[in-house]
């Protein structure tokens, strides 16, 4: 009987399948809250109390956000909880093998931190992967997300877990998150993070006035002392703790607290400092809950007393922040007695192995670590075994020798748990496939090819002589599948048999007949294959009823070769070396009259090569190549035809080619290099390939960068900058002559140049004696000198060819070089000397705002008439009464008589339309007389005709016409208000020529 730790049987164990039918099984160390966890906050709850004592459980498997508060922390996980025999030898194993998915960390805060204190930080790592390097990275983040902590630490992977407890101390008051990721062997497996709270400290009164602490909390006669009270406590069978801290006071009270103690110190689970909030809101209730741990102290029927207290942070005499809680149900005390929870075994499964002769049992037990005693049915009535137990997972091997239903118990103090496993009789298969039955044979050995299984032993007989044992496998269907051994035949019928024993005694056979004929000496080939290599031939052979020699013959480069080899019933083999290619015919010969013969093609392998440098061209002198040469018996690389290696021979099959590719490097001269591969096959073919590769300098630069061309320099020192890219030597020149120069400054030099215009050069030669240069002229100015002999000499010249005999003022300029107005006219030539700036200008330097080209009296930018007669007079705009048409009638204003003609009037050559014509000046205007001829001095009506001589007493008269009618022609006569009317438009014209002018 075996014993082993959950993480050995992980092959035999899905840890996401039900087990017993309870979907909500629960592995000890996994956060799995089932029906059994009762309270919520301690997941795992059959690990609550004493039951799990010894440290296999306690305290660390229930950390993290589920007990917040740090109802594990303190002294649940410290001591000798964890140690004992519990961890000792073989059990030292991870409770959860090498599965990532079952790794966890728990990261927690305490819940009361004061701005600027220490405290402490808490990541419980769970199912650590034993050996893995195991590390954890930490940090602790701002409301704002900014970084304010951070940290990490790794570890070897222990058999249980891990509980790290970095220190923080700094932190101002505000909201942070603790973030802690897990990983195993640089792998992440999980990460987890608490929120908490930093709180101002406000001790010392003071620092609380004002609305910090309104509702009453203090002020006036509302003190708070009254409001807080204890109430609704309970604890379970599993000694779960609830009890809750209410608000009585229709105001909220800022950082209340319970504290919470127990009369004997082998009593844990409480809370080992007060549990405070941040406020309880008015008529608020805060729950507090915890898990009780009893050490192996506290012994049944001990008396326990658990005493609770409500609590205001910084409390004091009245007139300070807070009055402590003085009502009567501030406090509040529970006695119970102790009873020790009861040990269980679970048997969580039961099952054979696929061999039959194998049940694993899983179990844990629950409230006991020990040794479990197990008895099982046998042949011999009942069997015995035990193994160690406690609340991991373990698996234990049970050896039955009996069939049916098998019922295995298994008992620790105060429990004992059975489960019943069937083991039925498997079945037995067995058959010979090869011979067939009444098959014949002339040979004296057969293979004999075989089907078993089921079965515990097996034998093959021959004759009812058994000439081979089957290997027991205990296996099932088809592992002994197409077994094949060789048998020695006697002549005539022989009978074989195959024999199998299977569970419980269970019996097969199966038998064949064969018969061996009177031998025949003959010789067989079984196979020819040519070597990879090309030059050999293996023969596979035999011979029946005959063992000597066999002669053999084959075609070679000389006709035909022979060799000899011997030959026996077994398989041999013998090496034909052939000189030749094609069909090869090998015959052998056995007692001068038997033989076998096969041909076999030798085809000539392809000598294959190929020889490449990636580069034909390149600036240094190292060539790297790489090259690839199969099939060939010989071969050499050269350099310009000079061998530098030489190869021997070789054949690479296609499917492993890596012999045939070499790597190689030479060292060329500048220009073209030429490396040639050159190989011979095995029947004499040549292959020759080649690379050529020019070797060039590297690019090659000489440039000036100071000074530029055509710059002017005082003195006969030119100092001058340049570079210079891969040049192997240099030297200047001025004016085509080397110059000498002493500087060992590698980009800058000083030149003797002289004075006057010269053109300085950098001249360098490259790696391959290429010469390349960069010039420029430079104009050295003598400080002495005055080119223009103007008495200013040339370093102060503003102005260096001044013509000769013209003054010039101090900067050596005279006024044939100025424009001082800067119109584009020369001073010499400006006779409007302060033209505006920008301002266009005649050739003689003027703007239009400057001159007045017809003399008016109105400069030209203003003079809407630029060609006044002289001696006009002109308007404002520069125009004579010659220039303008005031009424628009097309007669100028010179020679019109009418100035004020209606718009669109016609006019005669005089700007005189009809309405302003009385040509019979018989007043009344043409445009409105009727009769335009009337006789000087003839009084006429508004129509301009005379009144009628005839009227109506004059007897002439039609009697039709009145005295009203005229003689006018028929035009009609529009009166006086027609005459008013046409002077009106007339003057209203006239006023809008004159606004428009």
């Given at each position: 009987?075996?014993?082993?730790?959950?993480n050995?049987?992980?092959?035999?164990?899905?840890?996401?399948?039900?087990?017993?039918?309870?979907?909500?099984?629960?592995?000890?160390?996994?956060?799995?809250?089932?029906?059994?966890?009762?309270?919520?906050?301690?997941?795992?709850?059959?690990?609550?109390?004493?039951?799990?004592?010894?440290?296999n459980?306690?305290?660390?498997?229930?950390?993290?956000?589920?007990?917040?508060?740090?109802?594990?922390?303190?002294?649940?996980n410290?001591?000798?909880n964890?140690?004992?025999?519990?961890?000792?030898?073989?059990?030292?194993?991870?409770?959860?093998?090498?599965?990532?998915s079952y790794?966890?960390?728990?990261?927690?805060?305490?819940?009361?931190?004061?701005e600027?204190?220490?405290?402490?930080t808490?990541?419980?790592?769970?199912?650590?992967?034993?050996?893995?390097?195991?590390?954890?990275?930490?940090?602790?983040?701002?409301?704002?997300?900014?970084?304010?902590?951070?940290?990490?630490?790794?570890?070897?992977?222990?058999?249980?877990?891990?509980?790290l407890?970095?220190?923080?101390?700094?932190?101002?008051?505000?909201?942070?998150?603790?973030?802690?990721?897990?990983?195993?062997?640089?792998?992440?497996?999980?990460?987890?993070?608490?929120?908490?709270?930093?709180?101002?400290?406000?001790?010392?009164?003071?620092?609380n006035?004002?609305?910090?602490?309104?509702?009453g909390n203090?002020?006036?006669?509302?003190?708070?002392?009254?409001?807080?009270?204890?109430?609704?406590?309970?604890?379970?069978?599993?000694?779960?703790?609830?009890?809750?801290l209410?608000?009585?006071?229709?105001?909220?009270?800022?950082?209340?607290?319970?504290?919470s103690s127990?009369?004997?110190?082998?009593?844990?689970?409480?809370?080992?400092?007060?549990?405070?909030?941040?406020?309880?809101?008015?008529?608020?209730?805060?729950?507090?809950?915890?898990q009780?741990?009893?050490?192996?102290?506290?012994?049944?029927?001990?008396?326990?007393?658990?005493?609770f207290?409500?609590a205001?942070?910084?409390?004091?005499?009245?007139?300070?922040?807070?009055?402590?809680?003085?009502?009567?149900?501030?406090?509040?005390?529970y006695?119970?007695?102790?009873?020790?929870?009861?040990?269980?075994?679970?048997?969580?499964?039961a099952?054979?192995?696929?061999g039959?002769?194998?049940?694993?049992?899983?179990?844990?037990?629950?409230?006991?670590?020990?040794?479990?005693n197990?008895?099982?049915?046998?042949?011999?009535?009942?069997?015995?075994a035990?193994?160690?137990?406690?609340?991991?997972?373990?698996?234990?091997?049970?050896?039955?020798?009996?069939?049916?239903?098998?019922?295995?118990?298994?008992?620790i103090?105060?429990?004992?748990?059975?489960?019943?496993?069937?083991?039925?009789?498997?079945?037995?298969?067995?058959?010979i496939?090869?011979?067939?039955?009444?098959?014949?044979?002339s040979?004296?050995?057969?293979?004999?090819?075989?089907?078993?299984?089921?079965?515990?032993?097996?034998v093959?007989?021959?004759?009812?002589q058994?000439?081979?044992?089957?290997?027991?496998?205990?296996?099932?269907?088809?592992s002994?599948?197409?077994?094949i051994?060789?048998?020695?035949l006697?002549?005539?019928?022989?009978?074989?048999?195959l024999?199998?024993?299977?569970?419980?005694?269970?019996?097969?056979?199966?038998?064949?007949?064969?018969?061996?004929?009177?031998?025949?000496?003959r010789l067989?080939?079984?196979?020819?294959?040519?070597?990879?290599?090309?030059?050999?031939?293996?023969?596979?052979?035999?011979?029946?009823?005959?063992?000597?020699?066999?002669?053999?013959?084959?075609?070679s480069?000389?006709?035909?070769s022979?060799?000899?080899?011997?030959?026996?019933s077994?398989?041999?083999?013998?090496?034909?070396?052939?000189?030749?290619?094609?069909?090869?015919e090998?015959?052998?010969?056995?007692n001068?009259?038997?033989?076998?013969?096969?041909?076999?093609?030798?085809?000539?392998?392809?000598?294959?090569?190929?020889i490449?440098?990636?580069?034909?061209?390149?600036?240094?002198?190292?060539?790297?190549?790489?090259?690839?040469?199969?099939?060939?018996?010989?071969g050499?690389?050269?350099?310009?035809?000079?061998?530098?290696?030489?190869?021997?021979?070789?054949?690479?099959?296609?499917?492993?080619?890596?012999n045939s590719?070499h790597?190689?490097?030479?060292?060329?001269?500048?220009?073209?290099?030429t490396?040639?591969?050159?190989?011979?096959?095995?029947?004499?073919?040549?292959?020759?390939?080649?690379?050529?590769?020019?070797?060039?300098?590297?690019p090659?630069?000489?440039?000036i960068?100071?000074?530029?061309?055509?710059?002017?320099?005082?003195?006969?020192?030119?100092?001058?900058?340049?570079?210079?890219?891969?040049?192997?030597?240099?030297?200047?020149?001025?004016?085509?002559?080397?110059?000498?120069?002493n500087?060992?400054?590698?980009?800058?030099?000083?030149?003797?140049?002289?004075?006057?215009?010269?053109?300085?050069?950098v001249?360098?030669?490259?790696?391959?004696?290429?010469?390349?240069s960069?010039?420029?002229?430079?104009?050295?100015?003598?400080?002495?000198?005055d080119?223009?002999?103007?008495?200013?000499?040339?370093?102060?010249?503003?102005c260096p060819?001044?013509?000769?005999?013209?003054?010039v003022?101090?900067?050596?300029c005279?006024?044939s070089?100025?424009?001082?107005?800067?119109?584009?006219v020369?001073?010499?030539?400006?006779?409007?000397?302060?033209?505006?700036?920008?301002?266009?200008?005649?050739t003689?330097g003027?703007a239009?705002y400057?001159?007045d080209?017809?003399?008016?009296?109105?400069?030209?930018?203003?003079?809407?008439?630029?060609?006044?007669?002289?001696?006009?007079?002109?308007?404002?705009?520069?125009?004579?009464?010659?220039?303008?048409?005031?009424d628009?009638?097309?007669?100028m204003?010179?020679?019109?008589?009418?100035?004020?003609?209606?718009?669109?009037?016609?006019?005669?050559?005089?700007?005189?339309?009809?309405?302003?014509?009385?040509?019979?000046?018989?007043?009344v205007?043409?445009?409105?007389?009727?009769?335009?001829?009337?006789?000087?001095?003839?009084?006429?009506?508004?129509?301009?005709?005379?009144?009628?001589?005839?009227?109506n007493?004059?007897?002439?008269?039609?009697?039709?016409?009145?005295?009203d009618?005229s003689?006018?022609?028929g035009?009609?006569?529009?009166g006086?208000?027609?005459t008013?009317?046409?002077?009106?438009v007339?003057?209203?014209?006239?006023?809008?020529?004159?606004?428009?002018?």
């Amino acid at each position: 009987i075996a014993s082993y730790s959950f993480n050995e049987i992980q092959s035999d164990f899905d840890q996401d399948s039900s087990l017993q039918d309870d979907s909500n099984w629960e592995v000890s160390g996994r956060n799995n809250s089932t029906g059994n966890n009762t309270g919520g906050n301690n997941t795992g709850g059959n690990n609550s109390g004493g039951n799990n004592t010894g440290g296999n459980n306690t305290g660390g498997n229930n950390t993290g956000s589920n007990n917040t508060g740090g109802n594990n922390s303190g002294g649940n996980n410290t001591g000798g909880n964890n140690t004992g025999g519990n961890n000792t030898g073989g059990n030292q194993t991870s409770p959860c093998g090498t599965n990532l998915s079952y790794t966890t960390v728990y990261s927690s805060v305490s819940s009361m931190v004061m701005e600027n204190q220490s405290f402490s930080t808490s990541m419980y790592v769970n199912c650590e992967i034993l050996n893995a390097t195991m590390m954890l990275d930490y940090w602790i983040y701002d409301s704002n997300n900014y970084t304010v902590f951070s940290g990490n630490q790794s570890w070897n992977g222990t058999a249980n877990s891990s509980l790290l407890v970095p220190s923080v101390s700094g932190l101002t008051a505000g909201y942070y998150t603790f973030h802690a990721d897990l990983y195993v062997n640089g792998v992440f497996a999980d990460s987890d993070a608490a929120s908490f709270m930093v709180y101002a400290n406000n001790s010392g009164g003071g620092n609380n006035t004002g609305g910090n602490n309104t509702g009453g909390n203090n002020t006036g006669l509302n003190n708070d002392s009254h409001c807080l009270t204890l109430g609704n406590f309970s604890m379970s069978s599993t000694y779960y703790v609830t009890i809750d801290l209410i608000n009585t006071c229709s105001f909220a009270i800022n950082y209340p607290g319970i504290n919470s103690s127990a009369d004997n110190s082998g009593v844990s689970g409480l809370y080992n400092y007060t549990n405070w909030w941040y406020m309880i809101g008015a008529n608020g209730t805060y729950n507090y809950t915890a898990q009780l741990v009893f050490n192996s102290s506290v012994l049944n029927g001990t008396n326990v007393t658990l005493d609770f207290e409500a609590a205001i942070l910084n409390c004091g005499t009245n007139g300070t922040w807070h009055d402590c809680p003085d009502s009567n149900n501030s406090t509040l005390s529970y006695e119970f007695q102790y009873t020790t929870p009861p040990t269980t075994l679970i048997i969580y499964s039961a099952g054979l192995n696929s061999g039959n002769d194998r049940i694993s049992v899983l179990y844990k037990s629950l409230n006991y670590s020990g040794y479990v005693n197990w008895t099982y049915d046998s042949s011999n009535g009942t069997s015995s075994a035990s193994s160690y137990a406690n609340s991991y997972f373990r698996t234990t091997y049970i050896y039955p020798s009996t069939y049916g239903e098998i019922q295995i118990c298994g008992s620790i103090s105060g429990d004992i748990t059975c489960v019943n496993v069937t083991r039925n009789v498997r079945p037995l298969y067995g058959e010979i496939d090869y011979p067939s039955n009444n098959s014949t044979t002339s040979a004296s050995s057969i293979y004999i090819s075989y089907f078993a299984e089921n079965y515990t032993t097996g034998v093959l007989e021959l004759n009812n002589q058994t000439f081979y044992y089957l290997q027991s496998t205990n296996s099932n269907n088809g592992s002994n599948s197409s077994n094949i051994t060789f048998v020695n035949l006697p002549l005539g019928w022989s009978t074989i048999c195959l024999k199998l024993t299977g569970d419980n005694n269970t019996t097969l056979s199966e038998c064949i007949q064969v018969y061996r004929e009177t031998p025949v000496q003959r010789l067989i080939i079984e196979s020819a294959t040519i070597s990879t290599s090309n030059d050999y031939i293996t023969l596979r052979y035999h011979s029946e009823n005959y063992s000597g020699y066999v002669n053999w013959t084959y075609n070679s480069s000389n006709g035909t070769s022979t060799s000899s080899s011997y030959t026996n019933s077994y398989s041999r083999l013998t090496y034909i070396y052939p000189g030749t290619f094609g069909t090869i015919e090998i015959c052998g010969t056995i007692n001068n009259y038997s033989s076998d013969c096969v041909n076999v093609i030798r085809n000539v392998r392809i000598v294959e090569g190929f020889i490449n440098s990636g580069v034909n061209n390149t600036s240094s002198n190292r060539v790297d190549f790489v090259y690839f040469a199969n099939n060939h018996t010989n071969g050499s690389v050269s350099l310009d035809g000079v061998t530098f290696k030489s190869l021997g021979s070789n054949f690479d099959s296609t499917s492993n080619l890596s012999n045939s590719y070499h790597y190689g490097y030479r060292f060329i001269s500048y220009g073209f290099s030429t490396i040639c591969l050159e190989l011979v096959g095995e029947d004499g073919t040549q292959l020759s390939d080649c690379i050529t590769v020019e070797r060039y300098a590297p690019p090659h630069s000489v440039s000036i960068t100071y000074p530029a061309t055509g710059d002017s320099f005082t003195g006969q020192y030119l100092s001058l900058s340049y570079a210079l890219e891969n040049s192997s030597s240099h030297h200047f020149t001025v004016d085509g002559t080397s110059v000498y120069t002493n500087s060992s400054n590698s980009s800058m030099v000083q030149i003797d140049v002289g004075f006057g215009t010269h053109e300085v050069c950098v001249v360098s030669n490259d790696f391959a004696s290429q010469m390349a240069s960069d010039c420029v002229t430079v104009n050295m100015i003598d400080p002495n000198a005055d080119s223009d002999s103007d008495g200013v000499i040339d370093t102060s010249d503003l102005c260096p060819n001044t013509p000769a005999n013209e003054s010039v003022n101090n900067n050596g300029c005279s006024t044939s070089q100025l424009d001082t107005d800067s119109d584009g006219v020369t001073d010499n030539l400006d006779i409007c000397p302060n033209t505006q700036m920008g301002s266009s200008v005649d050739t003689n330097g003027c703007a239009s705002y400057q001159r007045d080209t017809d003399g008016d009296g109105v400069m030209d930018n203003l003079d809407t008439c630029p060609s006044t007669l002289v001696n006009s007079i002109v308007d404002a705009y520069g125009c004579s009464n010659s220039q303008t048409d005031s009424d628009n009638d097309g007669v100028m204003d010179n020679l019109d008589l009418c100035p004020n003609t209606f718009v669109g009037s016609q006019v005669n050559t005089d700007g005189c339309a009809p309405s302003q014509l009385d040509s019979d000046s018989d007043g009344v205007v043409d445009s409105f007389d009727q009769c335009p001829s009337t006789a000087a001095g003839t009084v006429v009506d508004s129509t301009g005709c005379a009144p009628s001589t005839n009227g109506n007493n004059n007897g002439s008269s039609s009697g039709n016409s009145t005295s009203d009618d005229s003689d006018s022609g028929g035009l009609p006569s529009i009166g006086i208000v027609g005459t008013l009317a046409a002077i009106a438009v007339s003057f209203v014209a006239v006023i809008r020529r004159e606004q428009e002018e």
